[in-house]
């Protein structure tokens, strides 16, 4: 079966602190995608980063960087330098090679503080 | 470029009423979902249409839940009659379609706010 796991429930920093939010999942899949999304306050959830299994180069954009580890089923993302605006549910998502429906996480709700 | 629109943002019920709740996906993404999430709890897949068939709808929790997408453009998703426990923020999600290929991203819409009462 398909999991994914963000343990951590709440996260509060202070700004210009860096914070690494984890993701762990499990599949059974060979073939296998990786998302993140954010949701702010505003409710809708944006779209962050899609990952495949075969390519586990980690990614950096700006502030933001992703480090995928297969050998730990593991997807972390590290926000550098946070900002107030930064504050928002993060979540951590998971499809197979052979379906589209996305299985979440619980979610990371990180609030950063001025 | 328009996102996926979501109509009603906000919806209050009592137990027993019919809600409908409608979705706009990105124009020419032809596939579309509908995911849930009641409060505090992950966000579930309830179903899957590729233009207006269904293909996967294993996550509708029970025949309380109807979901139409006449003519392979908008979808609804009509609750009849509403329970407390279908309560949650109801989302839609669009993607396109490449052959042989899955994992494409799914872009979300803002999400429907149903309470049942």
Redesign the interface.
Known sequence: AQK?TQAQTEISVVEKEDVTLDCVYETRDT???L?W?KQPP??????LI?R?SFDEQNEISGRYSWNFQKSTSSFNFTITASQVVDSAVY?C?L?????????????TRLQVFP | EAGVTQFPSHSVIEKGQTVTLRCDPISGHD?L?W?RRVMG?????LL?FVKESK??E??MPNNRFLAERTGGTYSTLKVQPAELEDSG?Y?C?S?QVRERS??????????T?LLVL
């Not at chain 1, 505003?42 to 779209?47: A, H, Q």
């Not at chain 1, 499809?95 to 979610?107: A, E, M, N, Q």
């Open positions: 994914v073939t296998y995608y998302f999304y505003s409710g809708e959830l944006v779209f899609r495949n979540f998502a499809s197979g090679g052979h379906t589209d429906k996305l299985i979440f996480g619980t979610g | 596939n979902y995911y709890k992950e966000i579930k897949f899957h293909q996967d294993s996550g923020v989302f999600a993607s899955f994992g494409e991203t799914q872009y979300f819409g803002p999400g706010r």
